[in-house]
């Protein structure tokens, strides 16, 4: 049964009181509900999609609610084209089949997707309207600028990685496969373009694009693959603008930890720039096919001086290799050892065969001990992990129960 209550609108201050509620309560944006039937449409089909997994148990996720509504509110009338701006959820209770796909695990999560793609890089900023409206806004503002010179090339910043696109002009396929690849990865690179006549001397062959890496004398690299296909373009650029070594700081900490490897990390001085191409290398030489099973990484000492002191280490000591599997830390012998062949590779080896969490609990193998070595003499007892600290809060999500690694 509904009820419905009369005011006496003769009373001025009941009209009053409607008015206000009138005009303070704008109409509510319904959040688009995905599911199996309809999330590759509507991901596909929107410029940018911010989607919401969530689960009505989850009180954080009760607190997201009319917070991320508000701010859909916003967007939607600064973005009038349907598509240009999407907000979205997911009740991962419902659909699980979607919340396994796209790897929750911690509730409440936003993450998002341009032209149905997921960006790595999901949203981790303040739970409040005007953060995830400015968010958004960012999202939508051109991520390549464009070249009004061509001396502007010769003053790019070296120590990013640029992308620079030389094209007849903007309406052009060849373009639109460019700027499509720079919405997903300007986070990880800068892109420039020119066009027409300031570009004409760079397009002696037709239009092209061009990898400037950081580092003053490193050389341009050419693309050379067909510009309109996206998928060649995307993984040529990805290759350029993600680095097999990341560096780790507390602002992507978190994020790196929530990916589930294992970290394989040099600590050094912020300028020690010898130590750091000498890790690269190895790590491209012998553990380039170990790359879907541990991150490679590099820290700051000065930055990360607590998980050094973890492995009894200062920065004074650095450069350092360490492996942190999320319950352990173990620490690599010796910098210079990098320069014996496979070493660093064994060392990887025996993390995944779980020789080093069995000189853990046991001391060293029998064959690695020379001769006369006594074995209690040698360490075996490697401190718990210190980077598993910066994995999501608890404060802020409900964490999902996951296997983690034993090692």
């Known amino acids: 049964m509904k009820y419905a209550i009369f005011l006496p609108l003769s009373d001025p201050a009941c009209v009053l009181v409607l008015l206000a509620t009138w005009v303070c309560s704008p109409a509510r944006t319904e959040i688009i509900n995905l599911e199996s039937g309809n999330i590759e449409d509507i991901l596909r089909n929107a410029d940018v999609a911010l989607v919401n997994f969530y689960a009505d148990w989850c009180r954080f996720s009760q607190m997201l609610h009319p917070i991320f509504e508000e701010a859909s509110n916003i967007i939607k009338e600064e973005y009038h084209d349907r598509n240009k701006v999407v907000f979205a959820r997911v ?21 998002l997707f341009r032209n149905g793609m997921m960006m790595k890089r999901e949203y ?34 070296r120590s990013k990685r640029n992308l620079i696109g030389f094209f007849e002009n903007k309406d052009s396929d060849n373009y639109r496969t460019f700027e499509k690849v720079a919405n997903i990865l300007h986070d990880d690179c800068v892109f420039l373009a020119a066009f027409g006549a300031i570009s004409k001397p760079e397009r002696f062959s037709g239009d092209n694009v061009i990898y400037r890496p950081f580092g003053e004398n490193a ?17 040529w650029t990805q290759d ?131 001769p006369g070595q006594q074995t209690e003499d040698l360490p075996s007892s490697p401190p718990e992990s210190s980077f598993q600290k910066l ?8 964490i999902l129960k996951r296997d983690r690694d034993e090692l």
């Open 91 to 111: 009740d991962c209770d419902q659909h699980s089949d979607i919340a396994q796909r796209y790897r929750i695990s911690k509730y409440p999560t936003l993450k």
């Open 391 to 398: 994995a999501p809060s608890e404060y802020r999500y409900t």
């Open 219 to 235: 050389p341009d690299m050419v693309y050379l693959g067909s510009l309109t296909n996206f998928d060649l373009s995307y993984a």
């Open 124 to 157: 981790r900023g303040q739970r409040s309207v005007t953060a995830i409206a400015d968010y958004i806004r960012q999202q939508n503002n051109d991520p390549i600028r464009e070249i009004a010179d061509l001396e502007e090339i010769k003053t790019v910043d």
């Open 240 to 370: 350029k603008c993600v680095p097999l070594v990341r560096e780790i700081t507390f602002e992507n900490g978190e994020e790196l930890t929530e990916e589930g490897l294992p970290f394989l990390i040099l600590f050094h001085m912020k300028h020690d720039s010898e130590s750091l191409e000498k890790f690269q290398q190895e790590v491209a030489r012998q553990l380039i096919g170990e790359k879907g099973t541990i991150n490679f990484l590099h820290a700051d000492c000065d930055k990360f001086r607590h998980p050094l002191l973890h492995i009894q280490k200062t920065p004074a000591d650095c450069p350092v290799i360490a492996i942190d599997s999320f319950r352990h830390m173990y620490v690599f012998p010796d910098f210079i050892d990098l320069a014996i062949p496979g070493q660093l590779k064994q060392f990887v080896l025996d993390l995944h065969s779980g020789k080093l969490h069995r000189e853990f609990h046991h001391g060293p193998d029998p064959t690695d001990v020379a």
